[in-house]
């Protein structure tokens, strides 16, 4: 499976982006697409999830209400819509597929549970 992330860019503090994962190659009904964030000096953040089958999603608590998961019908492509954007945003993005082994709520929100990753996308938000 291979991803390509896209959307970054430079957005005012209270504004929105929409990222976009393109995910090519054999994908299951279980399959997943999370999104993570990385910014200088810290650990790689879960953000949202989404399950292909089921499109079933799950978000951390730092960004419910403010980001949004979806997926394409017909092709597995995955987008996440970011408001009301602060500058504690500012990182790289990345979104990155996994097959899902559990049916409980808090899978996804590990990196090691993702396979595949794509090159990351940078957003930056400007207060």
């Known amino acids: 499976v291979q991803l390509q992330a896209s959307g970054g860019g430079l957005v005012q503090a209270g504004g929105s982006l929409r990222l976009s994962c393109a995910v090519s190659?054999?994908?299951?009904?279980?399959?997943?697409v999370g999104w993570f964030r990385q910014a200088p000096g810290k650990e790689r953040e879960f953000l949202a999830t989404?399950?292909?089958?089921?499109?079933?999603?799950d978000y951390a608590d730092s960004v419910k209400g403010r980001f949004t998961i979806s997926k394409d019908s017909a092709q597995f492509g995955v987008h996440l819509q970011m408001n009301s954007l602060k500058s504690e945003d500012t990182a790289v993005y990345f979104c990155?597929?996994?097959?899902?082994?559990?049916?409980?709520?808090?899978?996804?929100?590990?990196?090691?549970?993702?396979?595949?990753w794509g090159q990351g996308t940078l957003v930056t938000v400007s207060s």
């Open positions: 190659g054999r994908t299951y009904s279980n399959s997943a």
């Open positions: 989404i399950t292909k089958g089921t499109g079933s999603t």
């Open positions: 990155a597929a996994g097959r899902r082994t559990s049916s409980g709520s808090s899978w996804g929100r590990l990196p090691r549970q993702y396979d595949s």
